[in-house]
């Protein structure tokens, strides 16, 4: 049983290009969940996908946005990069019908922004 | 503001002991609290959830304790080992919501 992945691992890129980061759930999961890790401090929800829909979002500008397939997999963007956006992007996935769920990480793509 | 608290510092101790973590949150109401393990360049790993109206929960060797009153929660590792060196997270959310909020961590570090 595969668990959460997501491509690439490490990334590095321009102020003021754009990224794209993917996730693929752990099988069964149809939620998916971002979260960006900034060196030594905890992870910070940018938004979560439901039905292809962003449920909820955190509190992150319009340069993060997001999307879901079908086939529950989704892809992160960050638009216009700022040095400020260099962390591990974590993508966790869980499935919503138990409710307050557990969240399996998947083990992040670390992002430099140059 | 919403704040939540976790020792900063590393907590060394002895093989064998007892770890205790802390976990601190104000202005928050949460319904549910998760504790999760995070290794170097890991991804968090999930180890246990406590909803609001449960006072105590165990898995083996870990227990964790949600006190709302003190807007506090305990996470204890017995019989600790080397192997359970890591940094741990808490993690909170209120009811209606699907948005968890991260404490900063706590690195553990047990020695041989």
């Known amino acids: 049983d595969a668990g959460v992945t997501q491509s690439p691992t490490h990334l590095i890129k321009t102020r003021g290009q754009q990224v794209t980061l993917r996730c693929s759930p752990k099988?069964?999961?149809?939620?998916v969940s971002w979260y960006q890790q900034a060196l030594g401090q905890g992870p910070q929800f940018i938004f979560q996908?439901?039905?292809?829909?962003?449920?909820q979002r955190g509190n992150f500008p319009d340069r993060f946005s997001g999307h879901q397939f079908p086939n529950y997999s989704s892809e992160l963007n960050v638009n216009a990069l700022l040095l400020g956006d260099s962390a591990l992007y974590l993508c966790?996935?869980?499935?919503?019908?138990?409710?307050?769920?557990?969240?399996?990480f998947g083990p992040g793509t670390r992002l430099t922004v140059t | 503001s919403q704040k939540i608290e976790q020792n900063s510092e590393a907590l060394n101790i002895q093989e064998g002991k007892t770890a205790t973590l802390t976990c601190n949150y104000t202005?928050?109401?949460?319904?549910?609290l998760q504790w999760y393990r995070q290794d170097p360049g890991r991804g968090p790993v999930f180890l246990l959830l406590?909803?609001?109206?449960?006072k105590e929960k165990r898995k083996e060797r870990l227990k964790v304790t949600f006190d709302t009153t003190l807007k506090q929660s305990l996470f204890h590792i017995t019989a600790s080992q080397p192997a359970d060196s890591a940094t741990y997270l808490c993690?909170?959310?209120?009811?209606?919501?699907?948005?968890?909020?991260f404490g900063t961590g706590t690195r553990l570090k047990v020695l041989a």
């Open positions: 996908y439901y039905e292809e829909e962003e449920r």
């Open positions: 202005n928050y109401s949460p319904a549910y």
């Open positions: 993690a909170l959310a209120t009811s209606g919501t699907y948005k968890y909020i």
């Open positions: 966790a996935s869980s499935l919503t019908f138990v409710g307050p769920y557990e969240q399996y």
């Open positions: 406590i909803r609001e109206n449960e």
């Open positions: 099988s069964g999961h149809d939620t």
